[in-house]
């Protein structure tokens, strides 16, 4: 789902959670006989549907294995450490090799699956794309003694900024890198 | 023997040196004509079409580790299905013959599975240097000093792997993996000063396998219901005990 | 019980005394990020720190407060674990600004390993923040061990969680009260077992040098974050159970068999839970990860169900007398749901692609925080004061109710936007990349003041009052 959906949705949803709670106070001023039990096996009905058509529409569609199925066109590894990403075609695994790729500028092809071999060289950090409008299109976290693989078919023509997005110190904020994508 | 040795003592420090493959990761190997045992003539690219293929190079006089190495292959990939493994000899001196011998020799030649050929001299160079395969001439022994390498090749014709020397076995079957195509989503790097690692590389079948330090996560349920039933027993004892004069 | 009361009052001073304070670090976060503060980087993140720590720790403790209060209704309660977990949390609070003011000590709240080994802080107030930690931990826990085994005395194991009920029986009863707080005393032994064994891993390195595995590590600190938090929010649900039906004027709540299902479910399943803080480390096993779905959408939705429900239908034509304790109690209820909405659309790994660690977290989070959790809880302290001096606070109720449910809504809808604007959390100035994080900001800081005001009005109602309780000794 996009963001603005889920942001939508969620605003509607609130609006009739409010809009219940509204109504039920309102008859609250009035003391009246009634009871709301005949609603009750509605509801968890209703609640039941609602857990189960949202388990069904969205289980299937964890992003872990997204284009598993295909052989990535590039790969791309990258090292992330206090505070600043290194990206590069070659392998990462010295202090000198993270040196030499932190100025290399990285091409990536339009509409073809590319993957990210993300790791970090000392504590958490997130290694997330903000697509050239401003959006994150996808992310993964990088986790010292691990390699963790993300594989994304850019559709967007454009710059492309990596952030961080675990916090990793004071400089957090600025932990970036760029990539052009055509 | 020797395999099993080398394969123990040199695995962990292998370990590191093998990231070193990434550099040769997605290179395309170059499309060079192959003549196999059967007579067939095909170009390399032709093996890779059905399935993804295991490459090894050897050579049919080689008085070092070719024989051991081939060894080491047949008994740890037996007959694949699901991947293919191709074995062409680099030296321009063997014949066809030299080459099905040899595959008779380790009772190979019909194995399913299992491909044998001869690089035609014109291509061999090109394919060898993109494999970054070392091959030297040494000739007071009239013999190639040369790697032993296993690449895996997908379908394409690009490098997924690339393995040297006699490895645990555990990662030829890591290697076979990747040939099928499997994904794998993460993997820990093979460091070892780690108090309590999550995952432990298991030898049986190549892949990574939860460890102790997933198993303490079971530790904070347990310990829960352990004091919901030791408080309740030491409750229980003490109300059974007479009342004190 | 006199004791009880003091000791009650005592903790309801400190909680409100601290809480203007730690939104105070919150208001000047924001209005940091908006560029109308300039602090250095190091200031903003000792300030989030602290003001995170500040937070869950005094409402977790006020929650528990209330829950041990009202349980004398049932068992009896003694003072001193209560008394002891006082004193510890106050050493603890202590060594914990120490390390955060004195020693630099900025790493977040969760301090996620290996963060604290890298974050340039003094020597000693890692130290200070683990030993804080600690101290903590100790007090929290026997003190909760003190309020198990008061119901256990009384209630055995399978009555206190209403197993009978599960099977249709209805006698003896099982006290909504009593099942909700036995489920929450329990689920919170594990987050004390992973803190523990998470503090020992971080010894291990910080006195042995022997590094840890980062994936175990993370694990371990959300076991025991992600619990807790959750938790302290069914104390403050057992207390609004206990409360509530009187304010209205209505009989107790009855142990329903689905209502002691819910709870029984609720035990085991928040346990797992808190896998959705690992949704993006994809070296995570992923059957935890579908695991983790699951379980952040069971969790909280029967609790939610029957729990609205039920406050729906005492409220329903009840002519209640609206006042600052049921108005709390009711609007509680009204943004826990929406939180949670926010939550399990965040829940889903598909969603949580886009939104981790953006705005939407916190969005969510202090929704069900500022606006539930801690309305359960100021629920119980405005009533408790009523309790104690006869007076409702009346005169305040307009203004504070207002002020605070308007600010706080307008508050965390600033959070939501820009979340789902992909700004992130946790930054002390927007990067250009997300040029309106920034407006955002100054909205949710606007509103915030609005909850400060609020808050401020009513600590001074508060703690004279209570006060006066600790004063009659
Ligand atoms: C009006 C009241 C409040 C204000 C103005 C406020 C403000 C903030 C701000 C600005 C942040 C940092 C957001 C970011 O990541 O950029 C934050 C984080 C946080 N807040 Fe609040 N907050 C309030 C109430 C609460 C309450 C009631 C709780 C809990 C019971 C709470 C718990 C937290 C926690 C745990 C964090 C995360 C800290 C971290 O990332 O380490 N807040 N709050
Ligand atoms: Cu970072
Ligand atoms: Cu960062």
Redesign the interface.
């Known amino acids: 789902m996009p963001q603005s959906t889920i942001l939508l949705l969620f605003f509607l949803g609130s609006l009739v959670i409010a809009g219940v709670f509204w109504w039920v106070w309102r008859t609250s001023r009035q003391p009246a006989p009634g009871s709301v039990e005949p609603l009750r096996r509605w509801i968890f009905v209703g609640l039941l549907l609602f857990v189960g058509i949202f388990t069904a529409l969205t289980l299937w569609r964890m992003p872990y294995f997204l284009y598993a199925e295909e052989l990535p066109e590039r790969v791309i590894h990258v090292v992330s450490r206090q505070f600043a990403f290194a990206l590069s075609e070659r392998p990462i695994e010295t202090d000198a090799e993270y040196a030499a790729a932190l100025g290399q500028t990285v091409e990536l092809p339009l509409g073809k699956v590319v993957e990210f071999r993300v790791t970090s060289f000392d504590v958490n950090h997130g290694f997330a794309l903000y697509s050239p409008d401003g959006r994150i299109v996808a992310q993964v976290q990088a986790m010292p003694g691990y390699v963790n693989r993300l594989r994304w078919r850019f559709d967007q023509p454009g710059e492309y900024v990596a952030q961080c997005l675990e916090y990793c110190g004071a400089a957090h904020a600025n932990m970036q890198a760029r990539f052009v994508v055509r | 023997m020797l395999a099993r040795l080398s394969g123990c003592l040199i695995v962990a420090p292998l370990l590191?040196a093998q990231?070193?493959e990434?550099?040769y990761?997605?290179r395309s190997v170059p499309d060079v004509p192959v003549t196999l045992i059967t007579g067939e003539q095909r170009s390399l690219h032709h093996l890779l079409q059905s399935r993804a293929v295991l490459l090894t190079l050897f050579s049919s006089r080689c008085q070092g580790l070719c024989s051991p190495y081939l060894l080491y292959l047949k008994r740890e990939l037996a007959s694949p299905r699901e991947f293919a493994v191709v074995a062409l000899s680099f030296d321009p001196r063997d014949r066809l013959t030299d080459v099905a011998a040899t595959a008779h020799r380790f009772g190979l030649a019909k194995a399913s599975g299992w491909t044998w050929g001869l690089l035609h001299p014109t291509g061999a160079m090109s394919l060898l240097s993109t494999l970054g395969y070392a091959v030297r001439y040494d000739s007071s022994r009239a013999d190639y000093d040369h790697s032993i390498v296993l690449f895996v090749l997908?379908r394409?014709g690009?490098i997924l792997r690339r393995m040297e020397g006699f490895q645990d076995p555990a990662l030829l079957k890591d290697l076979a993996r990747e040939a099928r195509?499997e994904?794998?989503?993460?993997?820990?790097?093979p460091?070892t000063?780690?108090?309590?690692?999550?995952f432990e590389l298991d030898k049986e079948t190549g892949s990574w396998r939860?460890s102790m330090?997933?198993a303490?996560?079971l530790?904070?349920?347990i310990?829960?219901f352990a004091?919901?039933?030791l408080?309740?027993l030491a409750?229980?004892l003490r109300r059974t005990q007479p009342p004190q004069p | 019980m006199k004791a009880l009361d003091r000791i009650t009052a005592a903790w309801i001073i400190t909680v409100t005394l601290v809480f203007p304070i730690a939104i105070l670090l919150g208001i000047l976060m924001r209005l940091n990020q908006a560029n109308v503060l300039e602090l250095s980087p190091l200031t903003f993140y000792s300030f989030m720190t602290a003001h995170g720590l500040l937070m869950v720790g005094i409402w977790f403790v006020m929650s528990m407060a209330g829950v041990s209060y009202l349980l004398q209704r049932y068992v009896e309660v003694r003072v001193w674990p209560i008394t002891f977990g006082y004193v510890l949390t106050l050493v603890g609070v202590v060594l914990l600004l120490a390390a955060i003011f004195g020693g630099g000590f900025h790493t977040g709240w969760y301090f996620l390993y290996p963060l604290p080994f890298y974050a340039r802080t003094e020597e000693w107030a890692t130290m200070a923040f683990l030993l804080s930690l600690g101290s903590l931990g100790v007090g929290w826990f026997v003190w909760s061990l003190g309020l198990l085994v008061a119901i256990l005395r009384k209630y055995p194991l399978t009555r206190a969680l209403a197993w009978h009920h599960l099977v249709g029986k209805s006698e003896p009863e099982t006290p909504p009260f009593i099942l909700i707080s036995t489920t929450t005393l329990l689920g919170l032994v594990p987050a004390f077992v992973a803190a523990v064994i998470l503090l020992g891993l971080f010894f291990m390195e910080y006195l042995g040098g022997v590094k840890q595995d980062a994936l175990l590590m993370k694990n371990l600190t959300f076991y025991f974050g992600h619990t807790l938090v959750n938790e302290m929010l069914y104390f403050g649900i057992a207390a609004l159970y206990e409360l509530f039906p009187a304010l209205a004027g209505k009989p107790p709540y009855r142990t329903k068999p689905f209502v002691a299902l819910a709870w029984n479910l609720v035990l085991v399943v928040v346990w797992t839970a808190y896998f959705h803080h690992l949704y993006m480390d994809f070296v995570q096993p992923t059957v935890l990860q579908y695991v983790g779905q699951l379980a952040s959408w069971i969790a909280p939705i029967p609790a939610i169900a029957v729990t609205a429900f039920s406050v729906l239908g005492t409220v329903y034509r009840s002519g209640i007398k609206w006042w600052l304790a049921p108005t709390f109690f009711f609007t509680g209820v009204m943004f826990w749901i929406i939180g949670g909405l926010g939550a399990i659309l965040d829940a889903i790994v598909a969603n949580n692609f886009v939104l981790h660690n953006t705005l939407w977290v916190p969005a969510h989070f202090h929704t069900y925080n500022l606006l539930g959790n801690v309305l359960f809880s100021l629920g119980f302290i405005t009533w408790f004061v009523r309790e104690q001096s006869g007076d409702d606070g009346s005169r305040l109720y307009r203004p504070v109710a207002t002020l605070y449910l308007l600010g706080g809504a307008g508050f965390v809808a600033a959070f939501y936007i820009a979340g789902a604007l992909s700004i992130m959390r946790r930054v002390d100035k927007y990067p250009e990349l997300v040029a309106n994080g920034g407006v955002w900001a100054l909205v949710g800081a606007l509103f915030a003041i609005l909850v400060l005001v609020a808050v401020a009005i009513y600590t001074v109602h508060v703690v004279r009052r209570c006060w006066r309780v600790l004063a009659a000794a």
Do not use: I, T
Not at chain 2, 183 to 189: E, G, K, N, T
Not at chain 2, 193 to 198: G, P, S, T, W, Y
């Open positions: 590191w990231l070193n990434g550099h990761y997605l997908d394409r690009n195509g994904f794998v989503l993460s993997y820990p790097l460091s000063d780690v108090a309590l690692r999550c939860l330090g997933m303490l996560l530790v904070p349920p310990a829960s004091l919901a039933g408080v309740q409750l229980a």
